[in-house]
């Protein structure tokens, strides 16, 4: 059983580092928005497209508050509560895989 643990363990630390990376791309992603970036650079068009779907849908959810859009605060609470929540469950879960605990 400690393989299924290790592996369960691994794909809990992958799972913890690309929600810490879409974390910074929609931090970045909000301080690129204070200032006008332009359109057609390759790095905006990519933070654009990566964060646009998740924080479109968070705009529906959270109506702006005096023109300051709260979407991406919403989206990094999410990204944190399931770091949290998920990881840690996940994590745990591999310890008592490897460790054979009910």
């Known amino acids: 059983m400690f393989v299924l643990g290790n592996l369960v363990e691994a794909l809990a630390t992958v799972l913890h580092y690309l929600l810490n990376i879409y974390m910074w791309i929609v931090i970045i992603r909000a301080i690129i928005s204070w200032v006008s970036p332009d359109p057609y650079n390759p790095i905006v068009r990519f933070l654009y497209r990566a964060t646009e779907p998740v924080l479109g849908y968070a705009r529906r959810i959270v109506p702006s508050l005096g023109g300051i859009d709260l979407s991406p ?3 990094l609470v999410l990204i944190v509560f399931l770091d949290q929540f998920l990881v840690g ?3 745990e879960l591999a310890f008592k895989l490897k460790t054979g605990t009910p």
């Open 73 to 75: 605060i919403l989206v």
């Open 89 to 91: 469950t996940i994590t």
